[in-house]
């Protein structure tokens, strides 16, 4: 009687452990994305265009690898739904891309992270949903790290600052929050179409965006062949096709809990790269505002 129990259970670690791995191999590749931007040189819409390009191709091919392209095919006719969750996520990486022209990919990164955050206050507006006491607790200390993560309270005088922030700084700041409040509509949004796996409805946020943006690098110029190219080609092939496929794959086989904290892996890549590249340093109160966000984002999501 004890064999079977005993087998299922040694299925499930292998099954999590290798949903651990696809995760944090995804992760950690885009933790590197902000490198990729930075060797580039474009404007934003335009690396969001190769994006969404090599995105979806990347994509098509891993579903043709893994024998899903039949998953891709809508049962139906496009809906508005899949179209807005589109648009949104298209401008969700538009206001990122923008946003490390001003600040350092990690505290971007960072600031990305209140996705969770504002998606709870969301579901309370627009959906109507209660939200439980330490939840609203965890939402106001989350802010809290928020306030302290975007180095501002560093930069006062009275803590020692030679000189103010620039008003570019909270440009910065203002796109990151914009587009994690983008990001979090994308997930209102596709409860509409929960029929649709998230890997099939990524590939069709990236066929939209080509489409959207597809005059952008037409009107605007092409970057210059060669250098340029493999670095935008490499933000749709390897962080959407490849890291998409691998999270997607990853959580298919992780619990919940697990996942709310493997999450906080790619902000942390993010963060050394930046550090290691590019030498953007993080200040004490930042990373102390960094870990309180975390802290409160893990048990919000619990």
Request: charged share 10%; net charge positive; proline share 3%.
């Amino acid at each position: 009687m004890s064999q079977p129990g005993a087998v299922h259970c040694e299925a499930g670690s292998r099954l999590a452990r290798g949903g651990t791995l696809a995760f944090l191999m995804g992760s950690l590749v885009l933790g590197s994305v902000g490198i990729f931007v930075h060797e580039a040189g474009t404007d934003p819409l335009t690396a969001t265009w190769f994006r969404c390009a090599f995105g979806l191709l990347g994509l098509t091919l891993w579903a043709a690898l893994r024998r899903q392209l039949s998953a891709l095919q809508l049962r139906r006719r496009p809906s508005i739904a899949v179209l807005v969750t589109g648009l949104l996520m298209v401008a969700a990486w538009g206001l990122f891309f923008a946003a490390i022209e001003y600040i350092s990919v990690g505290i971007a990164t960072v600031l990305f992270h209140v996705q969770p955050l504002w998606l709870l206050l969301l579901g309370a507006c627009y959906l109507k949903e209660s939200i439980a006491t330490r939840r609203v607790v965890a939402v106001l200390v989350a802010m809290l790290g928020l306030l302290l993560a975007t180095g501002v309270l560093e930069q006062l005088a009275p803590l020692g600052a030679e000189q103010g922030i620039q008003a570019s700084y909270w440009l910065g700041v203002a796109f990151c929050l914009c587009g994690a409040l983008c990001t979090a509509w994308v997930t209102i949004v596709a409860r509409q179409v929960r029929h649709m796996p998230a890997g099939t409805l990524v590939w069709w946020q990236c066929a939209v965006g080509t489409i959207v943006l597809g005059a952008w690098p037409v009107l605007n110029g092409w970057p210059e062949m060669g250098v340029a190219w493999a670095w935008l080609s490499g933000l749709g092939l390897l962080h959407t096709g490849l890291a998409y496929g691998l999270i997607y794959a990853g959580m298919a086989r992780l619990d919940t809990d697990r996942i709310a904290v493997y999450q906080f892996i790619y902000p942390a890549v993010a963060i050394l790269i930046d550090w290691l590249f590019y030498g953007q340093s993080l200040g004490g109160l930042q990373l102390s505002g960094i870990a309180i966000m975390a802290v409160a984002i893990w048990h919000a999501e619990r």
